[in-house]
């Protein structure tokens, strides 16, 4: 028993004020260190200021109207605003979009008053924005901060005021295995960055966002309704995310609403899937003739997929993320999906695998084989993670790049992470650089997965993303992929496009096919459509080839969103990739594509300007509308809870946290204007260091209910005093504190000592000692 009562359960030396979970310690995101100048960019817990008269919460309603016709999707989201405080506010809102958006339209309503938004350069749009809202003018701004992260700024809502915003974008839907898959991501996952607060650029402080904590519902509507007119018989509808009522139309159509128990349903990916009768694909040539421009749209259905009897062996290397963000659910299905992709590696292949968070650690120097052996050592090393610390995904991948190859295998890297990070270019570049070391396949772990890096890291190592939402879906993906990688549908393609007259093609090769999906281009054509497209490759059956008569299509002006979708395709190719090298000429590119298709980019914006003074003073404050936090994430990704040891095993030691620190875990922050200073509104801190409990195995549990109800002590640090102090708990056999004594104060405050004592003796704790009282000391710092 004595050495049952020496055991000691020490907890990283993690603060609330700090972000544990995609950011432990200072040396990463969200460790506010005693230097504000080396303050880093983290997200933050949402806390409700007393303040009747703002109105925090001024995003009432999110909702889509999606029209899908053949393969092209065209949605409109409507976002409503109300001021129900006294005073003007500025709403800031961050959103996800889909990666393959062409967002052409923003307009804005205020009572009976509609104003179309113009397509502006970024800078000139951010200028004109920040000069209505200093003239008391009402204006709505729409920036792209990432390709699948937009920010919609609303100035000068006045009380009582409702005000509208709609967007428009359209996108291409590409079937896979005949199956069409549409999804409409609505939250943005939390951030992990190590990028100093200072000096971040205007489009990366978006990631300083407030979240509300894990389990609670969204605090506006969402809503979704979807029209489906696929032109072929459509069949097996249904939303793997959302409850959802489907009504057919006749054969080719049907209209599918958002069940009305969903209506808080806005924290994870909406996801609808259905097929067409006969397991048939879209393919074929879409045209549209413009005024001044002629745009076309190419798929062409690959071969079925041929098993290969003998395959050669192969090497994979797997990235597995470990940090806060994935702590919980996220880990668990990761754990699932690793234990079925290594369980199954046959003995030809080597194998390894790399767990990083803050830090990384790897397996073996070198790969192994897969033997029974090292296969349980692998699976061992994975299934003791928990999930904590920071999210360094880029050291990861290069210590992946940089392990010695073997001969005669060819190397596949596999990442299992949400991709909670802000390094998404850096990453495209680093594996475009090093494209011939290996194919890049990514396994998006969560409800709303950051599908920005996910998709980018495997289009740069040209292999293929999955996302995988819940633990069923683990295998089912597992098997997709160990199809994928050991046959290719098809490669060596080349495109013949004969005597069809085009031009400012996308892309400008087609690579290997690697899933059952059509092969796309984009492209302008000029004079008449006329000739043969014939597409050749070599398939598991030997010498494949298609052909389409360009001559008996004609152009139809249902395919206007081309043009959308083909400057959306060229942006892409040119904003991806090697980004870190700076090219002026890239930059006005895509700038020009911007203004002339009428589209959000990186360097262009939407903005609509009430020409109406309704402020007349110009004052009104800043709301930073608060997000839930992803279906599955838990309060680790922000930073609630104590933090886990990361994947090097070593516990970070957290700083003492500066002026702006959070409120236990939880912060309060306003701003005024465009990147100005944080105005704080500072609140008593206190932190759990340490937890020294004398059953091991309640440990975890004893740890969570500490660290969930920490925040209950903040109350009592009135004083705003500087210290530690050591609390003994006995806990009895219904779980009930017993007695709460303070055992060591290095405080001496007799009200904070007292306050300490009655607030934990409140505790109850799930776990009952087995045979006697539970002894636990806490170590709090103030």
């Known amino acids: 028993m004595q050495a049952i009562i020496k055991s000691v359960v020490l907890l990283s030396l993690i603060s609330f004020m700090v972000w544990p979970g995609c950011a432990t310690g200072t040396e990463r995101s969200g460790g506010r260190s005693e230097k504000n100048d080396d303050k880093t960019l983290s997200p933050y817990f949402f806390v409700k200021s007393d303040d009747p008269a703002v109105d925090q919460l001024p995003l009432k309603s999110t909702s889509a109207d999606v029209n899908i016709s053949g393969v092209i999707a065209d949605v409109k989201v409507t976002q409503i605003y109300k001021n129900e405080g006294k005073r003007p506010i500025e709403a800031i809102y961050v959103f ?70 709609e967007l428009n974008y359209t996108e291409l839907l590409v079937p896979e295995d005949g199956m069409y898959e549409f999804i409409y991501p609505t939250v943005v996952g939390p951030r992990y960055s190590n990028q100093p607060a200072e000096t971040a650029a205007p489009q990366d402080k978006w990631v300083a966002n407030p979240y509300t904590h894990q389990g609670e519902v969204p605090i ?40 009305g128990s969903e209506s808080k349903g806005g924290n994870r990916d909406y996801i609808l899937k259905y097929r067409l009768e006969g397991e048939k694909i879209e393919t074929g040539l879409l045209l549209y003739k413009g005024e001044t421009e002629n745009f076309f749209l190419l798929m062409m259905q690959p071969p079925k997929r041929v098993a290969l009897s003998q395959i050669p062996g192969r090497e994979y290397i797997f990235i597995v993320d470990v940090s806060g963000s994935m702590y919980g659910f996220p880990l668990e299905i990761s754990k699932k999906l690793l234990g ?21 650690s790897v397996m073996s120097e070198h790969s192994l084989p897969a033997t029974s052996e090292n296969i349980k050592r692998a699976l061992f090393m994975i299934d003791s993670q928990k999930g904590g610390g920071g999210t360094e995904l880029l050291p990861a991948l290069k210590r992946s790049l940089s392990l010695p190859r073997t001969e005669g295998y060819s190397r596949s890297v596999i990442i299992a992470t949400d991709g909670y990070v802000t390094v998404e270019t850096e990453a495209f570049d680093l594996i475009r650089k090093h494209l011939g070391d290996a194919n890049m396949f990514t396994f998006g772990i969560g409800s709303s997965v950051n599908r920005y890096l996910l998709e980018g890291m495997a289009r740069a190592g040209m ?26 549908v098809l490669t060596g393609i080349k495109l013949d496009l004969g005597k069809f007259d085009v031009y400012d093609v996308e892309p400008l090769s087609v690579p290997d096919v690697m899933a059952d999906r059509p092969v796309i281009v984009f492209g302008k054509w000029r004079g008449k459509p006329r000739g043969t497209i014939t597409l050749t490759g070599t398939s598991g059956n030997g010498q494949y080839t298609a052909t389409i008569n360009v001559g008996a299509v004609k152009p139809a002006e249902s395919n206007s969103a081309l043009k959308y979708l083909w400057a959306r395709s060229r942006i892409a190719v040119l904003s991806d990739y090697n980004v870190l090298q700076s090219d002026s000429r890239r930059t006005e590119e895509v700038t020009q594509l911007g203004l002339k298709y009428n589209l959000l980019t ?27 936090l992803p279906e599955g994430v838990s309060d680790y990704a922000v930073g609630r809870y104590m933090g886990a040891p990361s994947a090097t095993g070593i516990m970070y030691k957290a700083a003492r946290p500066a002026a702006d620190a959070s409120h236990g875990g939880l912060m309060a922050r306003q701003e005024s204007g465009y990147g100005a200073a944080e105005k704080v509104k500072e609140h008593p801190q206190v ?96």
């Open 96 to 165: 996800p979009a889909s990666t393959r958006a062409a967002v052409y339209g923003v307009r804005m309503t205020i009572g009976e008053r509609v104003i179309v938004a113009k397509i502006k350069k970024r800078d000139d749009a951010r200028r004109e924005y920040e000069q209505a809202r200093q003239e008391g003018r009402s204006a709505s701004l729409l920036e792209q901060q990432r390709p699948n992260v937009f920010q919609m700024n609303v100035a000068n809502i006045m009380p009582g005021d409702i005000i509208k915003v």
């Open 220 to 259: 506006y509507s969402f809503d979704i309704a979807v029209k489906v007119a696929a032109g072929l018989p459509v069949r097996d509808i249904y939303c793997a995310s959302h409850k959802v009522n489907v009504a057919y139309d006749g054969l080719a159509s049907a209209s599918i609403k958002l069940d």
């Open 340 to 360: 079925d992709l290594i369980g199954k590696l046959r003995p030809t292949d080597i194998f390894n695998v790399i767990l990083f968070s803050g830090g990384s």
């Open 463 to 488: 292999g293929e993303p999955f996302v995988i939402a819940s633990e069923a879906e683990a295998a089912a993906k597992a098997e997709k992929f160990r199809k994928i990688v050991q046959s290719p």
């Open 602 to 628: 990186a360097y262009t914006s939407f903005l609509a300007v009430d020409s109406e003074v309704r402020n007349r003073d110009g004052q009104s404050t800043t709301i930073n509308q608060p997000l839930p």
């Open 687 to 782: 932190s759990i260091e340490k937890v020294e409990v004398s059953d091991p195995s309640a440990a975890e549990k004893i740890e969570k209910v500490a660290g969930s109800r920490a925040h209950e002590l903040q109350s009592c640090n009135r004083g705003h005093l500087h210290g530690r102090m050591i609390v003994k708990l006995v806990i009895g056999a219904d779980g009930k504190v017993k007695k709460a004594v303070v055992t060591s104060d290095g405080i001496k405050d007799k009200k904070l000592r007292k306050c300490i004592t009655e607030a934990t003796r409140k505790w109850r704790f799930d776990t009952p000692p087995p045979c006697a009282d539970m002894i636990v000391k806490i170590t709090l710092a103030f």
